[in-house]
């Protein structure tokens, strides 16, 4: 039993890791890159995206670090616009380590989306399904 939750924390572990890698990768290439680069790189959406997308890693980071209850839940989130910044960042191209990094920090926020949602008592359709109504442990 003891064994499962070192590992369970290894993967928090990483997952802190991969999102604030990739908060750095996303703020960094926002301002390093797709400003002084302007076009495609600087439209709203995708701008904003990328910003939102650095926003929410850190934050989820933060979730698991303080050991929320409700880290499942961000981390489910982040996984979701983690994939829509990679999907934005591969059409606009020339942003290949940011698609990289946020498939990475997508892939890490699913997993622990998954194994947080079971060890706080939510169903697994219920964290997966975005339509599903979450209440709030108490």
């Known amino acids: 039993m003891e064994h499962t939750v070192i590992n369970v924390d290894q993967r928090m572990q990483q997952c802190i890791d991969e999102c604030l890698d990739c908060y750095q990768v996303c703020f960094s290439e926002a301002m390093s890159h797709c400003l002084p680069t302007g076009g495609k790189h600087v439209e709203a959406?995708?701008?904003?995206?990328?910003?939102?997308?650095?926003?929410?890693c850190r934050t989820a980071a933060e979730f698991m670090m303080s050991n929320s209850a409700l880290h499942a839940t961000v981390c489910g989130a982040c996984a979701e616009v983690c994939e829509a910044c990679a999907r934005s960042c591969e059409q606009v191209g020339g942003m290949d380590t940011c698609v990289q990094?946020?498939?990475r920090c997508a892939r890490s926020c699913r997993e622990m989306a998954g194994s947080g949602a079971s060890a706080h008592g939510f169903s697994g359709s219920q964290a997966q399904n975005s339509d599903a109504p979450m209440k709030a442990p108490m």
């Open 101 to 103: 990094q946020c498939r």
């Open 45 to 56: 959406r995708h701008l904003g995206l990328m910003l939102n997308c650095a926003e929410l």
